[in-house]
C-alpha cells in the first residue's frame, strides 16, 4: 500500500500539484487511521490531507481513480453478488457460455437501472457495456478515450437520454417548468451512466498496463498552467473561479505604497506603546495614511488572432471592475474604442461581451490588428486625461501585420503614466519573428511580461511587489 | 478522541439536524483522529460556520469564535495586556521597588486573554471557530501559525502557553484571497461544495419541518437547475430553506412557472440574476 500511495504522490507531482513533504507524511498517517479497503474514505483522507487547492480537484481525481482503481466501493457493491467485484478481465473467461450479446436487451435494462436509479444494475450494466461493446484488445496502446468513444457510439447515449425522458413523461400532463426539471434530472443520470462506463474502462487499462503507464497517458495540464491562447471553453470556465482572488491580489498590490510616516499622531496607541517604556512616550504611532486608491486603464486586443486571449483578458477585466473603482477598459483591433461602461457591478460577462463585440467600435479600415493606429487614436482621444497616477496595462501579442509601429506614441503615453506594463501572451521565443513588433515597443515599457498561463499571470502580480523592483513604485 | 468512525461522525451530525455527505464526515473524523485543524472552503451559505456549530453541539463543548475582518491584530485575536490595570498598579505604588512591580504588571492578572488564547486556555476542551480567514492579511495570518500546528502561545513576558486541552479548531474561508501555503499546510483541506439534490432535499426535510416531500423534491430540484445559469450570485442553503420556508407559509403544494416568478426574488438577489432566471425557467418551452 505504501508504494502506491507514493507512486501515487509522485504522479501528483507530475502532474503539477505542489504535494510538500509534510503533506506526504500526513496523508501516510492518515490513511493508517483509516479502512483502506473502502475507496471514499481513502479518497476523501487523501485529498484532505494532500490536496489544499480546488484547483487541483481535478488532477487529484484522474489520478485517484487511476491509482485506486481496484478498491472496492464498499457501501456501494454491499448489493451486489459477490465475485462481481473481483478484478476485470476475470469475468470474461466465462463469455463463452453466456448467451449471445443482445444491444437492445442491454439498452432495456439500462433504461430500466436509470429509471429507477438503480446503481448496483447500473453498474453491472456499464460492465456489460465494456465488455461488449468497446472490443478491449490486450497491450494495445491506446487511450481510453479510443475505447469509451467505441462504446458509446453503439450504446448511444442521445437515444437513450430521449427514451428515458419519455418512459418517464407519460405519467401525466407536465409544465413547463417540471418539463425542464425531468431533463436536468435526466441529463445527470445520464451523466452517471458515462463516468461508469468511464470507470470500467480505466480500472481495465489499469489492469492490463500498470497504474503508472495509464496515468502518463491521462494527465492533464493544471488549469494554472494551461496555455491561454488555446484554452477551451471548459478551461475558461475553470480560470474564472480562480480569476477572483487574482484581481483582489492585483488591487492589493497596486494600492501599496512606501511606507512612510504620515497621518497624524494617534494618541492612544502611543500611551499604550509607552508602557514598555514605563510611561515615557518613546516611540509615538501614527494614525495610517488614507489607502491610495489606484487608477488603471486596460487596454486589450480582441483581434481574430487573440480570441481565446481577448476573452482572457476581458474576463479578468470584468473581474477588475469590483475591486478598482477608477479602472476604465478599452479593446482595440486596429482602432480603438472605451468599453468601460460595458461593465460595472452588476453586469453579467456574456451580455458584456456581446456589447462589446457589436457595439465598441473597434475596426476601422480592415479588422487586422494595428497597433499603431490604435494607440495613436488612443492618445488623440483619452491621451489628456491620462495622470501620474495612472498605470496602464496593455495586453496583445503585437503582432502589426507590417504595419508602421509607431512607437514614438507610446513613449508619449508611457511619459503621461505613471507606468505601463505590457503583457504578451506569446512565448518570448516568438518575440520579434514575423510582423512581431515587440521590441518596438517594450522599450518605452516600464516593463514587460510573457502571460501564456494562469500561473504567469499570479507571478506577474507577485512580482509587482518585490522589494527594490522598480516596476511600479519609482514612478 | 470523539469520534468511532467517520459513519458515528454522520450519525451525531445528523442528530443535531446538521446532514454531512461522505467527504465532510470522513474529514471531520480525521481531525479528530491526527488532531489537525480544519480548513473548510466554498461559496457563501453551504454550511460552514454551521459545521462548527454543530461539532460543538454535538460534543457538548463550548464554541469559541474568532470572527476575522480586515484590520484584525494581535491586541484583538491573541491576547492584551491590560494597560489601564497596569498604569493604575504602577500609580497606586510609586514607593515600591521597580523590580517587583515589573513582575507583578506582567502576570496573568493583567493578561486579558482574546479568543485563541482563550481556547488554548480553557479547562474543558473547546470548538475553536476562526471565520472568514480569508479576511484578514497575509501577515496576520502568521499569527495563527503556531497555534494550528502545536496548539500553543507564546507571550514574551510570560512564556509559552501550551493547550490544556485539545480544541477541535476550525476554519472557514470564502476564498476571496488565496491563503499562504504554510497555513493550508498545517490543516486538513474541506471543500464544500452546493449539495446534489437529494441531500438537498434531505436537508430540506430536516429544517423545514412540515414541508411535503413532494415539494421539498421540486425545490431542490428547482434550485439546482438554477444553480447551473451563469449567475452572479448562486443561490445557497440557507436561501433554499428561506425559500421552502416561504412556499410554506404560503401554503403551496406544487411549484409552477408563476409561482417561482413571484417569489423568485426569496433565492436571488441581484435583479440582474432574477430577470436572467425568470427568462430561462418561467417563459422557455424546451423542445
Keep these: 500500500m505504501v508504494g502506491i500511495i507514493t507512486g501515487f504522490i509522485d504522479e501528483l507531482r507530475a502532474a503539477g500539484v505542489p504535494v510538500s513533504m509534510v503533506e506526504a507524511i500526513d496523508g501516510m498517517r492518515a490513511v493508517e487511521v483509516v479502512d483502506i479497503g473502502d475507496r471514499v474514505a481513502l479518497r476523501e483522507t487523501l485529498r484532505a490531507t494532500l490536496i489544499k487547492n480546488l484547483r487541483h480537484e481535478r488532477a487529484f481525481d484522474t489520478a485517484f481513480d487511476t491509482y485506486f482503481a481496484t478498491v472496492p466501493n464498499v457501501e456501494r457493491e454491499a448489493s451486489e453478488e459477490p465475485g462481481s467485484s473481483q478484478l476485470p478481465g476475470a469475468d470474461r473467461d466465462g463469455s463463452d457460455e453466456q448467451p449471445p450479446f443482445d444491444l437492445e436487451q442491454l439498452l432495456d435494462s439500462l433504461l430500466e437501472a436509470l429509471a429507477g436509479m438503480d446503481e448496483a444494475a447500473i453498474r453491472r450494466g456499464a460492465r456489460t457495456a465494456v465488455d461488449q461493446l468497446a472490443g478491449m484488445e490486450p497491450g494495445r496502446p491506446v487511450g481510453g478515450t479510443y475505447y469509451l468513444y467505441r462504446t458509446l457510439r453503439r450504446l448511444d447515449l442521445k437515444d437513450l437520454e430521449e427514451r428515458l425522458i419519455e418512459a418517464l413523461m407519460n405519467d401525466e400532463a407536465m409544465s413547463d417548468l417540471d418539463r425542464r426539471l425531468m431533463r436536468e434530472e435526466v441529463e445527470e443520470r445520464i451523466e452517471r451512466l458515462r463516468e461508469e462506463i468511464e470507470d470500467e474502462i480505466r480500472r481495465r487499462l489499469v489492469a492490463d498496463r500498470g497504474r503508472d503507464a495509464v496515468a502518463r497517458t491521462l494527465r492533464r495540464p493544471l488549469v494554472e498552467d494551461v496555455d491561454l491562447m488555446h484554452a477551451t471553453t471548459k478551461d475558461l470556465q475553470e480560470m474564472e473561479a480562480a480569476i477572483g482572488p487574482l484581481t483582489r491580489k492585483l488591487a492589493a498590490r497596486l494600492a501599496r505604497r512606501r511606507r512612510r510616516r504620515e497621518g497624524r499622531l494617534d494618541f492612544r496607541r502611543t500611551m499604550r506603546k509607552s508602557l514598555a517604556t514605563g510611561g515615557v512616550p518613546a516611540d509615538p504611532q501614527f494614525r495610517h495614511p488614507r489607502p491610495h486608491r489606484p487608477e488603471v486603464w486596460l487596454l486589450c486586443d480582441i483581434s481574430g488572432s487573440m480570441a481565446t486571449f481577448s476573452r482572457f483578458t476581458l474576463q479578468f477585466t470584468h473581474a477588475m471592475s469590483t475591486h478598482f473603482s477608477k479602472l476604465r477598459s478599452f479593446a482595440f483591433v486596429d482602432t480603438i474604442d472605451e468599453v468601460s461602461d460595458f461593465f460595472g457591478p452588476g453586469v453579467d460577462f456574456g451580455s458584456a461581451l456581446r456589447r462589446i ?101 499570479e507571478q506577474f502580480i507577485e512580482e509587482l511587489t518585490l522589494p527594490g523592483s522598480r516596476t511600479l513604485q519609482n514612478l | ?58 460534543t457538548g463543548r463550548d464554541l469559541i469564535r474568532l470572527q476575522c475582518y480586515e484590520g484584525l491584530d494581535e491586541a484583538k485575536a491573541l491576547y492584551e495586556w491590560n494597560y489601564k490595570k497596569q498604569l493604575l498598579r504602577i500609580q497606586s505604588d510609586v514607593d515600591h521597588d521597580w523590580g517587583e512591580i515589573e513582575q507583578d504588571i506582567f502576570s496573568e492578572d493583567f493578561l486579558l486573554t482574546r479568543p485563541l488564547l482563550e481556547a488554548i486556555r480553557s479547562k474543558e476542551p473547546v470548538v475553536l471557530l476562526i471565520d472568514e480567514i480569508d479576511r484578514v492579511e497575509v501577515e496576520t495570518e502568521a499569527l495563527l501559525l503556531e497555534i494550528l500546528s502545536d496548539f500553543q502561545v507564546s507571550i514574551p513576558e510570560l512564556g509559552t502557553i501550551t493547550a490544556e486541552t485539545q480544541p477541535i479548531v476550525v476554519l472557514t474561508s470564502n476564498n476571496t484571497r488565496e491563503l499562504s501555503e504554510a497555513l493550508k499546510r498545517r490543516c486538513l483541506f474541506l471543500h464544500i461544495d452546493y449539495p446534489d439534490a437529494a441531500r438537498e432535499q434531505e436537508i430540506l426535510a430536516a429544517r423545514v419541518p412540515g414541508l411535503s416531500e413532494h415539494l421539498a423534491g421540486q425545490v431542490a430540484k428547482v434550485v439546482r437547475s438554477i444553480r447551473s445559469l451563469d449567475l452572479k450570485k448562486a443561490p445557497s442553503v440557507s436561501e433554499t430553506i428561506d425559500w421552502a420556508r416561504t412556499l410554506l407559509a404560503l401554503s403551496i403544494e406544487d411549484v409552477d412557472e408563476a409561482i417561482l416568478g413571484d417569489t423568485l426574488h426569496v433565492l436571488l438577489k441581484y435583479q440582474v440574476d432574477i430577470e436572467k432566471a425568470a427568462k430561462e425557467l418561467t417563459s422557455t418551452v424546451p423542445s
Design chain 2, 1 to 58: 478522541m470523539n469520534f468511532e468512525s467517520p459513519q458515528s461522525v454522520a450519525e451525531a451530525l445528523r442528530s443535531v439536524d446538521y446532514l454531512p455527505d461522505d467527504r465532510i464526515s470522513q474529514v471531520v473524523f480525521l481531525a479528530d483522529r491526527l488532531d489537525k485543524p480544519i480548513l473548510v472552503e466554498g461559496p457563501a451559505g453551504v454550511g460552514k460556520t454551521e459545521l462548527a456549530k454543530s461539532l460543538a453541539r454535538v
Design chain 1, 357 to 457: 463585440t457589436t457595439e465598441a467600435e473597434v475596426v476601422w479600415l480592415d479588422g487586422h490588428s494595428d497597433y499603431g493606429n490604435s494607440l495613436e487614436s488612443f492618445l488623440n482621444r483619452y491621451g489628456k486625461q491620462l495622470t501620474p497616477r495612472t498605470t496602464v496595462i496593455i495586453t496583445g501579442d503585437a503582432r502589426n501585420n507590417y504595419r508602421p509601429p509607431r512607437d514614438r506614441v507610446l513613449a508619449d503615453i508611457a511619459g503621461a503614466a505613471r507606468a505601463v506594463v505590457w503583457l504578451n501572451p506569446e512565448p518570448q521565443a516568438y518575440w520579434d519573428t514575423g510582423d512581431s513588433a515587440m521590441s518596438h515597443y517594450s522599450a518605452h515599457c516600464t516593463s514587460v511580461h510573457e502571460v501564456r498561463t494562469l500561473r504567469q499571470l
